[in-house]
């Protein structure tokens, strides 16, 4: 595992990616979320490695963050997705996680949730 930080300082200014935060700030406004990809993808990759000699699926909790640009990263790599409703099905779905890869967990359920979720043919 790698101590390297993907959020740099260089000469007292952050950096992402090799872009400097206070320029996307200037582009986006403020606030705003800055996530690396470069991270997203190196640290799935290490847990991945960590689990290699198991029969795992790894399963990225969809409410800890529901970016679309995250989650579809996360499918690329061939995670699976934690997720608590049906928005958070539809969310994983339209990222590219494919139903056999969705665990749907939690309370307070209603039928036609749960009717979704068996319809889309998910895997837990």
Do not use: W
Request: aromatic share 10%; net charge neutral.
């Amino acid at each position: 595992m790698t101590n390297k930080t993907h959020f740099p300082y260089l000469n007292k200014q952050m950096f992402a990616e090799n872009v400097a935060i206070s320029d996307i700030a200037k582009q986006v406004g403020t606030p705003f979320y800055c996530y690396s990809n470069t991270a997203i993808v190196q640290n799935f990759q290490q847990y991945q490695q960590a689990f290699s000699d198991q029969n795992t699926l790894i399963c990225y909790a969809v409410k800890a963050n529901g970016n679309q640009a995250v989650l579809s990263t996360l499918a690329k790599l061939g995670s699976g997705a934690d997720v608590v409703s049906m928005g958070e099905i539809r969310r994983a779905r339209c990222a590219g996680i494919p139903a056999n890869k969705i665990v749907y967990s939690g309370v307070a359920k209603t039928e036609a949730e749960i009717e979704y979720a068996l319809s889309e043919g998910i895997f837990q």
